[in-house]
C-alpha cells in the first residue's frame, strides 16, 4: 500500500503539470503512453492467443497522435476524418501480413484486434489532447475536471467496496469489484466534480451530470480491461507505475470517460 500511494502520488503530481503545461510535453506524454499501451494490449492479445504485428501498430499509433498533436497546434494534416484513414491503413496492412496464413477465424480475429488496438488506446486516449484544445479559458479545467472525476471515482469505488462491498457487480469479470463499490465511486466521482464546478467555476448543472456519465463511463472502462485480463489469463497489463500496474490499468477509466466530457464539452462552448 505505501507503494501505491507514494508512486501515485508522484504520477498525479506530474500529470497535474503536463495538464496545466500543454503543448508538445502533453503530446509526447500522451504519445508514450499510448506506446506503452500498446505493447501491453500486444502482450495480453498474445496470452489470449491472438497474433499481432507490433511494430505495424506502434508506427500507426504514433502517427495517428502526431498527426492529431500537429492538427490541434495548426500545422499539417488541418483536416478531420483522420480516424477513418488510420482505420482503412491499419485494415489494409494488416490484411497484407496475413495473406499468406491461410483462411480461418484466427486470421479474421487477428486482423479486427489490429483494429482494435488503434482505438484501444490509440484514438481514445487522444482525447486527452482534444480536450486540452478547447479555449485556454475552459481547455486545461476540462481536463483537469475529467481526471479529478475519474481519480475520485476510482477512489471512492476502492474505499467503499473495501468497507462495504457486499454484493457482486460483475463476477465473472472481477470478483472483487461490487455494487456497492460502483455506487459510492459514481457518487465521490460528481463529488469532485461539484468541487471543481464551484472552485473553477464551470456550469454547475453540466458539470454535475458530465460527472456522474463521467463515472459511469469510467467504471465501464475499468470493467472492460478486466475482461480483456480476464480473457488472457493475466492479473496486471504491466509495470508502468509500482503497486499500480500498466498504463491500460492506470488510465482504463479514462479510455471511456474522456470522450464523454469531450462531446458534452460542446453543449458549454
Known sequence: MKTRIISGTIGVVIFLFLILKGG???????????????????????????RLYFPLLLVVNLLYVLTQALMLNGHAFAH????????????????????????SREVLLSILFHLFTLVYPGILFTYTLWLRAFPESYGWKLLLLAFLVIWGSDTGAYFIGSAWGKTPL????????????????????????????LFFKLPFFWTVGTSLLASIGGELGDLFESLLKRIAGVKDSGSFLPGHGGVLDRFDSAFFALPIVYYLAWLII
Open 24 to 50: 508538445a510535453l502533453l503530446a509526447a506524454a500522451v504519445g508514450l503512453l499510448v506506446a506503452l499501451g500498446t505493447w501491453e494490449l500486444s502482450r495480453i492479445a498474445e496470452a489470449a492467443g491472438i
Open 80 to 103: 478531420g476524418g483522420l480516424e477513418g484513414l488510420f482505420s482503412v491503413a491499419i485494415l489494409i496492412f494488416s490484411f497484407l501480413l496475413h495473406l499468406k496464413q491461410g483462411i
Open 170 to 197: 460483475a463476477p465473472q469479470i472481477s470478483p472483487r469489484k461490487s455494487v456497492e463499490g460502483a455506487l459510492g465511486g459514481v457518487c465521490t466521482g460528481v463529488l469532485a466534480g461539484v468541487l471543481c464546478a
